[in-house]
């Protein structure tokens, strides 16, 4: 099955300065990534995502970007701000079913 | 956007007990998921809940510990059987949900948050 790394594990940056978090996936077969934002003790909500027939993807601060060949997907939150601290899934979707990262702890210092 | 009840919000078990858990989704869905996350953990899947078919389990969760009812395409059911206290999780319900550029986006219920004494 779908195996998703994701790094790091714990994240903290000033505010204003930017985030990258990493992923991995096994499954070549995967064509769907979307990224989650989870607040303390909220479910899981998506922020942005992107399918294999594409590269790059923006929304406003967060951008992701996907290497196909090389099974790897990263998501880039700009200008950061207190509000986007969190923890963020990535994950992959293969056939229906969908495949979680560990999750990064996102702490932006004000 | 669909809207997804799920129940109970929160609850206190006993060990060796049971506690089935509702969700219900404001529109017909092919597919509903169960997802388990762990305290400090990620989302783990249980199984696929199939209208008029079994449940389809993940590697890990078998039926009788898990035993999941889908009557009809907007209401599942899962149950934790037998539970100790390494059940204690959080429970999330799951649907996709068609977006207009084409993705069916996976949407979360607001979870069930169990404690096993």
């Known amino acids: 099955g779908e195996n998703v790394e994701q790094h790091p594990s714990t994240l903290s940056v000033q505010e204003g300065d930017s985030a990258v978090i990493k992923c991995t996936y096994s499954d070549s077969a995967s064509n769907y990534f979307p990224w989650y934002k989870q607040e303390l003790g909220k479910r899981p909500q998506l922020i942005i995502d992107i399918r294999s027939n594409v590269g790059e993807k923006k929304d406003q601060r967060i951008a992701v970007t996907l290497n196909k060949t090389a099974k790897h997907f990263s998501l880039h939150i700009t200008e950061t701000q207190p509000e986007d601290s969190a923890v963020y899934f990535c994950?992959?979707?293969?056939?229906?079913?969908?495949?979680f990262g560990t999750g990064t702890k996102l702490q932006v210092i004000p | 956007s669909a809207v997804i009840s799920q129940k109970p919000s929160r609850d206190i078990c006993q060990r060796g007990t049971s506690l089935t858990i509702q969700c219900q989704v404001d529109s017909q869905v092919t597919m509903m998921f169960w997802y388990r996350q762990q305290p400090g953990q990620s989302l783990t899947l249980i199984a696929t809940?199939?209208?008029?078919?079994?449940?389809?389990?993940e590697s890990g969760f078998v039926i009788d510990k898990f035993p999941i009812s889908r009557p009809n395409l907007t209401f599942s059911t899962l149950t934790v059987s037998n539970m100790s206290p390494e059940d204690s999780s959080i429970y999330l319900c799951s649907v996709p949900i068609y977006r207009g550029s084409g993705a069916n986006v996976l949407t979360f219920g607001a979870g069930s948050r169990l404690t096993v004494l």
């Open positions: 994950a992959a979707r293969g056939y229906q079913k969908v495949t």
């Open positions: 809940a199939n209208q008029g078919s079994e449940a389809t389990y």
